[in-house]
């Protein structure tokens, strides 16, 4: 009997091939542990600053330097801290507390600027919104408010929840302060407008909701929950665009990279999951020792942090080059090592270089604004006035301190000689169509405020202004009547002609459309 071998053609063999994706995600290596005095309830990367990573965790506000791994305090609370956000701009920073209270505080200062008591039990998520000017938060007491920063006043609130609300994303890159999302334990993701008293739009995500976050300014929403992660198009909410079921535990966080094109999830499956946006499909996944509450990555893409339940901060830093092992000769020369590597590989070919926009200068006044150091702002627009310019940085600063509504009370403690350049800039600007409604009510309030003032109403300096800026008016006012008057004898001419031709038109000619060739 002849021996005959087995036939292995149909037994499938796995891929041992390194895909360019998993070369990609192996290069963020040489993690850094960074303890923590607690376990880490937020993780957020600074948008200016890539090295710079802020953490919440038990009654301190952290900041970590990713190159070094130094953990430095920005801000101190009473209570443990349930959640924090960054301001786009890196100038704040905001977190809330178990007890209802918001905090924020001056990142460069790392100094608290304004505290709030919001809500009556803890507060789940707050974030900034996209124009700068409000805080959003929520909380297990069923009620969502949005406050302005620089008023503390309440300019949304909503309590319609049937369960506690868990998470917030705002539209990004839209500058657009109404518009943001609310997920909650009732298992509905919800869009609010604060234009209108009605809620945009509502999904059902079938599952308790921990993580949301905004893709493309706010059109394609991700929803974590259960461990199920859902793709919704906002304009077409009423079924997801994909489902994504690849996690085994409850998903805990999700992140974007900056040009938006991977989608990273995670979860206390100790499994951090990434897939494309454009079809998402999961393409590589990275495992850690420990469940997974938190995550994010930098900016730049050159760090990824995640926050494990172990009260530690696993940082990973994104290598520039791979180094073959070679040959290592060690000298020893006046208790000196130096190391010569003999064989080195050639570089593989780099990801592409993300340019970042450069970071703008601002101007004195405009860093005072920042401080709420309003009245030496507006000092310090008058002094550019005073040098020939700053027209338009002047207005600026008007509208600002209208807007936050202290305007009457700086404009009270101004002595003469300021209020004096003031009604000279007024004076300059009065004929300015897009500045005038502003003017003239910070106009009227000078005379409302200081009026009664002899000092200021005797001053020949001040009633020379006044009688200048009069006879502007006056002037612009006879010539706006003199334009009123040549329209209305236009109208009248046009009327005659019409009348006087009447007979030669044909019947579908209406008035106005006179041709006299």
Request: glycine share 4%; charged share 30%; hydrophobic share 35%.
């Amino acid at each position: 009997m002849n021996f005959k071998r087995i036939n292995f053609d149909f037994c499938s063999v796995p891929n041992t091939e390194v895909s360019d994706e998993c070369k990609y995600w192996d290069q963020f290596r040489h993690p850094i542990n960074v303890k923590l005095p607690g376990r880490p309830s937020a993780l957020k990367f600074a948008h200016r600053t890539a090295n710079s990573l802020f953490v919440s965790s038990s009654t301190k506000l952290d900041s970590v330097d990713c190159r070094r791994g130094h953990l430095k305090q920005a801000g101190q609370f009473h209570n443990r801290v349930t959640c924090c956000d960054i301001r786009s701009d890196d100038a704040m920073i905001a977190g809330g507390d178990e007890n209802g209270y918001l905090k924020i505080f001056v990142i460069e200062k790392r100094k608290a600027l304004r505290r709030f008591k919001q809500h009556q039990l803890s507060v789940t998520d707050l974030k900034f919104s996209s124009g700068k000017f409000n805080l959003i938060s929520c909380s297990q007491d069923l009620k969502l408010n949005v406050v302005d920063i620089a008023t503390s006043e309440t300019r949304f609130s909503y309590d319609r929840f049937k369960d506690k609300p868990s998470c917030l994303a705002v539209k990004s890159n839209t500058g657009e302060d109404h518009a943001f999302f609310c997920g909650s334990y009732d298992n509905t993701v919800r869009l609010f407008d604060t234009r209108v008293k009605h809620l945009a739009s509502v999904v059902d995500h079938g599952h308790a909701i921990d993580a949301i976050k905004g893709l493309a300014e706010g059109n394609i929403l991700a929803s974590g929950g259960g461990r199920i992660v859902k793709i919704w198009d906002m304009r077409m909410p009423t079924e997801p665009v994909k489902i994504l079921m690849d996690h085994h535990k409850h998903v805990m966080s999700i992140a974007l990279n900056f040009e938006e094109s991977r989608l990273l999830t995670s979860g206390i499956d100790r499994l951090v999951k990434v897939y494309t946006t454009d079809t998402f499909d999961c393409v590589h996944t990275i495992t850690y020792p420990a469940p997974i509450l938190a995550l994010d990555i930098s900016k730049d893409d050159q760090y990824l942090a995640v926050g494990l339940t172990d009260e530690t901060i696993s940082l990973k830093t994104k290598a520039t080059a791979d180094i073959e092992p070679g040959e290592m000769k060690y000298f020893s020369k006046r208790k000196r090592q130096v190391a010569e590597i003999s064989q080195v590989a050639p570089q593989k070919e780099s990801a592409p270089a993300i340019k970042h926009q450069k970071k703008t200068r601002l101007d004195k006044s405009e860093k005072l604004l920042r401080q709420f150091d309003q009245t030496e702002a507006l000092k310090e627009s008058l002094k550019n006035i005073k040098a020939g310019s700053g027209l338009e940085k002047m207005y600026a600063t008007l509208f600002e301190l209208e807007r936050r509504r202290v305007l009457d009370d700086i404009l009270r403690g101004l002595n003469r000689t300021e209020l004096l350049q003031l009604l000279n800039y007024l004076h300059e600007c009065f004929c300015n169509r897009s500045m005038l409604e502003l003017l003239t009510f910070v106009y009227e309030k000078i005379l409302v405020l200081h009026g009664m003032n002899p000092e200021f109403s005797r001053n020949p300096e001040v009633r020379k202004v006044l009688k200048k800026t009069e006879q502007k008016l006056n002037n612009r006012l006879k010539v706006a009547e003199e334009m009123v008057s040549f329209a209305s004898q236009f109208e009248m001419l046009e009327s005659a002609m019409y009348n006087h031709y009447q007979d030669f038109l044909p019947e579908s000619m209406d008035p106005g459309k006179l041709d006299l060739e």
